[in-house]
Nanobody, 122 residues
Framework: QVQLVESGGGSVQAGGSLRLSCVAS????????MAWFRQAPGEEREGVAS???????TLYADSVKGRFAISQDNANTVSLQMNSLKSEDTAMYYC????????????????WGQGTQVTVSS
């Protein structure tokens, strides 16, 4: 129903910043809650941040609170600003969408992007 494309990943030194972008094939405003997840090799996929369908309410994993910020930039774009990056933030980051809920559980989301790699060097 909606296609998602992530961009903005790359390699950065510890303490640096990156901004990830998720562009949807149609407007998500008022229709889909959006979230960012990440998965490192050999580890479970974890929820990073989510925002409700109107860009008002947000949730963050404890591991990124105070460092990451999710925002709805326009009707079809959600971003994840990542500051003070640590080596443990290294992972494939995925954008996800769901029309029915808001949270950080991967099983609640039914639309996914292809992922963008973030590598943080210490």
């Amino acid at each position: 129903q909606v296609q998602l494309v992530e961009s903005g990943g790359g390699s950065v030194q510890a303490g640096g910043s990156l901004r990830l972008s998720c562009v949807a094939s149609a407007s998500t405003y008022g229709r889909y809650s959006m979230a960012w997840f990440r998965q490192a090799p050999g580890e479970e996929r974890e929820g990073v941040a989510s925002v409700d369908s109107r860009g008002r309410l947000t949730l963050y994993a404890d591991s990124v609170k105070g460092r990451f910020a999710i925002s709805q930039d326009n009707a079809n774009t959600v971003s994840l600003q990542m500051n003070s990056l640590k080596s443990e933030d290294t992972a494939m980051y995925y954008c996800a969408a769901t029309p029915w809920t808001r949270g950080l559980r991967a099983s609640d989301y039914n639309f996914w992007g292809q992922g963008t790699q973030v590598t943080v060097s210490s």
